[in-house]
């Protein structure tokens, strides 16, 4: 594929396509690797990439957008990764912002990162990398298998064309992109909130000052920000930080 540089292996996907978009690389050219040794997630996680079972890449993107939306670049890719999946069958849900879940497990995450962003500069880009477990077993994820689920796990054993999975999902996504660009975002919101994991569902976040606050998950509003009201009534629009499920008094 001459619009996609593919890797044996490389420590990021998104730290490669960096290099290439500031080096000019195109609207849609992706960096897919087989494996990951750095592979990271949103607030600088971790994210497992066993060799050869997992969809690991990342696509340049170089959207005609205000600065303001492209926090919603996130969300678009989300509902991309969704419905491509399923049209091959799988139903999953989105947790807020970035995370992929099937029956109540992890099976992916998306990781939106931009350039220095500049008013009307033809250089600005994004990278959205994506982490998507689909050939992975419980013995790949080792201490995470009670937290995490393969596409292979979630289908009874069927094992999945990795290629085939990237190329549906980066078609799915430059056309979610489209999307954004001539429609704005109420559709791709009102698709989104299909998906929506935690809306109606006790949520805690945890903000970046270390402050936690808990209360009902009532979904995204027009700017892509969740919006959770504790128990006073308050409703906290959450921009950042980290947010979970609260189960039976533990976070999920």
């Not at 060799?51 to 340049?60: D, K, R, V, W």
């Not at 931009?114 to 201490?143: H, P, W």
């Amino acid at each position: 594929m001459d619009d996609c540089l593919i890797l044996e292996e490389t420590e990021s996907t998104n730290s490669v396509a960096e290099g290439l978009a500031r080096d000019g690389a195109l609207h849609g050219f992706a960096v897919l690797a087989k494996k990951q040794t750095g592979g990271r997630g949103r607030l600088g996680r971790f994210w497992v990439s066993p060799g050869g079972l997992g969809l690991y890449c990342t696509i340049i993107l170089r959207p005609n957008l205000e600065l303001i939306d492209y926090p919603k670049l996130t969300l678009a890719a989300g509902v991309a990764v969704a419905e491509a999946l399923a049209g091959l069958g799988v139903i999953t849900d989105l947790k807020w912002p970035n995370d992929i879940f099937i029956a109540g497990r992890k099976c992916g995450g998306i990781l939106v990162e931009s350039s220095a962003l500049e008013e009307e500069s033809a250089n600005n880009y994004a990278l959205v990398g994506i982490g998507l477990n689909v050939n992975t077993t419980a013995v790949d994820f080792d201490k995470l298998s009670h937290q995490a689920i393969s596409l292979r796990q979630a289908c009874g054993g069927k094992i999945f064309n990795i290629d085939e999975i990237f190329s549906v999902i980066r078609k799915a996504i430059l056309a979610e992109v489209c999307e954004l660009e001539r429609h704005g975002f109420a559709r791709i919101l009102d698709r989104w909130q299909r998906y929506d994991l935690l809306r109606g569902r006790r949520a805690r976040w945890l903000r970046n000052d270390g402050v936690v606050v808990e209360g009902l998950a009532e979904g995204i509003d027009d700017q892509g920000q969740l919006l959770v009201r504790t128990d006073d009534g308050v409703i906290h629009p959450v921009i950042s930080g980290d947010v979970n499920l609260v189960q039976h008094g533990s976070t999920k």
